[in-house]
């Protein structure tokens, strides 16, 4: 399985960025995905994550209401879409694709074991 991660950038505090993983090499609609980011000196984070279907999702109480995770199974795609960024949003962003269908609000490569290269958003004040 592959993970493509993209969309990262420099945004002003109160702006919006969409991410976007593209997935490759098995059955995407299958698996449940999740963001997650890790910023400088921080320990990686658990963001998101969305069922097999689309139909279920959690978040991390730091971006819900904020952020708002959703997927394309016809394109083989997840999206992470960031409202009202704030500055401590900054980190590099990691899509992950379990091999089971349901959402799993936690770290762990043994319950993610697909990881994505990871894209730096930035968010200045």
């Known amino acids: 399985v592959q993970l493509q991660a993209s969309g990262g950038g420099l945004v002003q505090a109160g702006g919006s960025l969409r991410l976007s993983c593209a997935a490759s090499g098995r059955t995407f609609s299958n698996g449940a995905m999740g963001w997650f980011r890790q910023a400088p000196g921080m320990e990686r984070e658990f963001l998101t994550c969305?069922?097999?279907?689309?139909?279920?999702?959690s978040y991390a109480d730091s971006v819900k209401g904020r952020f708002s995770i959703s997927r394309d199974n016809a394109k083989n795609t997840v999206y992470l879409q960031m409202n009202s960024l704030k500055p401590e949003d900054t980190a590099v962003y990691y899509c992950?694709?379990?091999?089971?269908?349901?959402?799993?609000?936690?770290?762990?490569?043994?319950?993610?074991?697909?990881w994505g290269q990871g894209t730096l958003v930035t968010v200045s004040s």
């Open positions: 992950a694709a379990r091999i089971g269908s349901d959402c799993a609000p936690q770290i762990s490569r043994y319950v993610y074991p697909y």
């Open positions: 969305i069922n097999g279907r689309g139909g279920s999702t």
